[in-house]
């Protein structure tokens, strides 16, 4: 009567559990593989739609930013006619009627007029077709003859500007914490 081999001791019992045989069995056995592959490739994808969201949250922020500012501008002319020019003189609702337009977008009073704004001054049209400035309201100037146009007279400009701080919805997960804090929007019009 013969002995099995693997009974007699548990070194030899080892080496028949470990044979070629079996590893490379282990070797060939693609069970689990699939979802090994998934779960790196969910990974990425996970990060990847981190990133979109938080530069969505960021560029749709900066286009209310824009859009509040613009607002706020316009604010100020449908405010302020040709009788209260110099608007930052002579038109007293033009503050209100600015802060009241740039916080009604969904960013709200989290958007607010940076400080020093709004500011008027008096422009001309130089040679280049840029905007120069020639003097603040307290001394308007009778022609542009300073940018190169005698026969132009100089226009009334109001400048907004907001500023928005911008926080990242998934900080150190996403290119969003590199992205700038604070969005600044600045806008112009014409009031005369």
Known sequence: MRKNPSAAHPLV??????????????????????????????????????NVADLSMFFFQKLEAN?????????AWATCDLNHIPATVKCPGMNGAITRSIQSTSLGSALALSSGF????????????????????????????????????????VVIQTNYTYTPVFTGMSVGSLLPSTIVSTSWIRLG
């Open 13 to 50: 019992r080892l080496r028949h559990l470990y044979s070629d045989t079996r590893i490379s069995a282990l070797v060939k056995d693609v069970r689990g593989l699939a979802a090994i592959e998934f779960g790196f490739i969910a990974a990425f994808l996970s990060v990847a739609t981190l």
């Open 67 to 75: 859009n509040a500012t613009q607002m706020g501008a316009q604010a």
């Open 118 to 157: 709004p500011t008027e001054a008096y422009y001309c049209i130089n040679s280049s077709g840029s905007l120069q400035r020639m003097s603040d309201v307290s001394s308007p100037p009778a022609d542009c003859t300073a940018a190169g146009s005698s026969s132009t007279g100089p226009a009334d400009y």
